[in-house]
């Protein structure tokens, strides 16, 4: 059934936007008149060229040219260290329906992952649902389109779990980590609308995250409170969310080199917005939805101060779930907005910082020879109006065209009129 939903999928693509069909070609070259390199550089009248699935060379004098995106802002395409690419609202419109056929909700998946494409985003880093894996291989067989997915598979949970002495905790990490996982996914608190308590002790932490390094994978905490301090002396890689932390965990991550993963704006405003979804499903209540609400201004409060932490190294994610697919680079507009992040630091954090988060800066996250040809282009120049990372005209993900709003004319972009 997935290899027919996969082929019904391909079909409709190559339909509906006749680019996303497209085969390598020997030699592409892109025009742009302003390219954002993804490290922080601005390249102006440039020409880039690809071969296969690579960028080979950054040559103005390349020709003859393949796409003319001289109109457009040209950068990396975006990479979001934190979805949730498989949760989506069943048909009778909630975020939970035990009536929903696995048909369904394989072809609702598979939206979420076209949807993040569309919007610009090449890479993601979901970390919650085992579903992820074979959407994740399926898509690097290029059964279906979506972003380069990394997954934890199964995430760590805390007291309640079977899994609470150090040896079990490393027993699950090596189970995990033998069935393909790309990273450890750890809750070591509760939930933000149960008050983000610790649920893991500093053992426990230890364990985890020594025993993930002993497979080669990064570990991505989900922490508030006391849990960002703790992560941090585990040697975790990542921390998301970190809502009530102090100056001087920011500082301690700092120190730690250890990658900070906050959230400004769309992960709850996205809640609050579909809160009729959700409400009435585990600890999706009138509290919790309470909780979220006074946690927004903090979020705000939070990265203000984060981005003030000498050496922190603040990355791009969303946290996205059903509702938010697509969207995702509306967080960067908070952050810049709300938050009063440089946008071009911005641009940096969903580019070249979140690839060196994930050890892949190597192969995607910049403009420069011999990484993956991801690229995308902006009707706009997000430097000065940062409202054009919601007008994505053009989508390039390892040298194949999947989105091309000027030549297919298509009137609108994904997620958000512009």
Same mark, same amino acid.
């Given at each position: 059934m997935k290899r027919i939903l996969a082929a019904l999928t391909i079909v409709l693509c190559a339909m509906a936007f006749p680019a996303c069909a497209q085969k390598r070609q020997e030699q592409i070259v892109i025009a742009a008149g302003a390219a954002l390199d993804g490290r922080g550089h601005v390249l102006h009248n440039t020409r880039i060229v690809i071969e296969n699935s690579k960028i080979v060379r950054i040559d103005p004098k390349a020709s003859p040219v393949t796409y003319d995106l001289r109109n457009l802002t040209v950068l990396p395409g975006w990479i979001d260290c934190h979805v949730h690419i498989t949760y989506h609202f069943g048909p009778n419109g909630r975020a939970e329906d035990k009536g929903e056929t696995p048909e369904q909700s394989a072809l609702a998946v598979e939206s979420n992952a076209w949807l993040t494409l569309m919007g610009g985003f090449t890479t993601v880093q979901s970390v919650g649902s085992p579903e992820d894996k074979p959407l994740r291989d399926m898509i690097n067989r290029g059964e279906i389109p979506g972003p380069r997915i990394l997954t934890a598979i199964r995430p760590l949970f805390g007291r309640g779990d079977a899994t609470g002495t150090p040896e079990q905790?490393?027993?699950?990490?090596?189970?995990? &980590?033998?069935?393909? &996982?790309?990273?450890?996914k750890i809750f070591a608190s509760k939930s933000i609308r149960d008050g983000g308590g610790p649920t893991l002790s500093q053992e426990q932490l230890d364990a985890a995250c020594d025993e993930a390094k002993k497979h080669g994978l990064r570990t991505l905490v989900h922490a508030y409170r006391d849990s960002v301090r703790m992560a941090t002396l585990a040697g975790c890689t990542e921390v998301e969310h970190g809502t009530f932390a102090t100056d001087d965990d920011l500082r301690l991550m700092a120190q730690h080199g250890t990658y900070f993963d906050p959230q400004v704006g769309l992960v709850i405003q996205n809640y609050l917005d579909n809160e009729k979804r959700y409400l009435g499903i585990g600890n999706y209540t009138d509290s919790g939805f309470e909780q979220m609400k006074q946690a927004l201004p903090l979020d705000a409060d939070l990265f203000r101060r984060?981005?003030?932490?000498?050496?922190?190294?603040?990355?791009?994610?969303?946290?996205?779930?059903?509702?938010?697919?697509g969207r995702n680079a509306e967080e960067l507009l908070d952050r810049v907005r709300d938050g009063g992040q440089n946008p071009m630091a911005a641009m940096v954090s969903a580019n070249s910082l979140a690839a060196e988060s994930m050890n892949l800066q190597n192969e995607i996250g910049s403009i420069a020879p011999g990484l993956q040809a991801d690229i995308i282009a902006l009707d706009g120049n997000p430097l000065d109006d940062i409202t054009a990372v919601r007008r994505v005209a053009f989508v390039m993900k390892g040298g194949v065209v999947y989105k091309n709003v000027a030549r297919a004319g298509i009137p609108h972009y994904a997620g958000v009129t512009p």
């Open positions: 905790i490393r027993a699950y990490i090596d189970k995990v &980590a033998d069935d393909g &996982a790309d990273l450890i984060a981005l003030k932490t000498p050496g922190l190294k603040i990355v791009f994610g969303t946290d996205a779930v059903a509702g938010a697919h």
